[in-house]
């Protein structure tokens, strides 16, 4: 499938940063080659307003986001509250929809990997029975490593396919933190896993051309293979 799935080591690790960084990047310098962004499940408010108000996306509300409940839990949680089932069926029939229709397509997961999406599946489980390739978002702070290992060995042990890890400064921190608290060296040796860039801490999030500096930082022919993508933007 011509996707990209961004899971997380758990919420706010960084998914929507790397979505947007990703999609403004794409958007700014591919702008006859279509992109097409989904949140796979959403519960409360936050990533489907948010891409909306960024970004002009040629695609249904239900295509951004065929799932939505109100209250911000975990959804089989937030789902038996609105007396709802999770149709996962719904969320499969848009993005094959949506993967039909767009050149590429920004799949962003929630919460973590190890994240309940039904009682029965987590996020790991989706992406490896929809056979999805992605990318693990790693928060620069302190216990990252040990957040990278896990993500990546339930991603193993469930067989969902990652492309490497991207590592998000979550706060402002110097290069001397981001090196003692997210080594890469080490990250790569005991995941076996390439880290494919680091994505700078952003004061303001929604500033579409700092979005776009960003995602240049990274390893893009990893991230969208297939696509041929030449950065023109000074790294």
């Keep these: 499938m011509n996707s990209l799935l961004i899971a997380g080591t758990d919420t706010d690790a960084g998914k929507t940063v790397l979505t947007s960084a990703l999609a403004a990047y794409w958007q700014m310098y591919f702008p006859d080659r279509s992109l097409g962004i989904m949140k796979l499940l959403q519960t409360g408010t936050g990533d489907r307003e948010l891409y909306t108000r960024l970004f002009s996306l040629d695609q249904s509300p239900e295509e951004l986001n065929p799932l939505h409940f109100s ?17 996962l069926e719904k969320v499969w029939t848009a993005l094959q929809s949506l993967s039909e229709r767009k050149d590429f397509v920004l799949v962003e997961a929630l919460g973590g990997l190890g994240s309940p999406v039904t009682r029965e599946l987590t996020v790991a489980d989706i992406a490896r029975d929809w056979r999805l390739r992605g990318v693990l978002v790693v928060p620069v702070r302190l216990g990252a490593i040990g957040q990278a290992v896990a993500n990546v060995a339930l991603a193993r042990h469930t067989g969902f396919k990652l492309r490497g890890i991207v590592l998000n400064c979550v706060q402002a921190c110097s290069e001397q933190e981001i090196a003692d608290w997210t080594p890469i060296d080490l990250i790569q040796s005991l995941t076996q896993m390439p880290v494919l860039g680091t994505l700078p801490y952003l004061d303001d999030p929604n500033d579409l051309i700092k979005l776009a500096a960003s995602a240049s930082r990274l390893d893009l022919e990893r991230l969208l293979p297939g696509v041929n993508l030449v950065s023109k933007i000074s790294k």
Excluded: Q, V
Aim: aromatic letters at 0%.
């Design 71 to 87: 209250a911000p839990l975990a959804p089989p949680i937030s789902a038996e509250r609105e007396g709802r089932k999770i149709e």
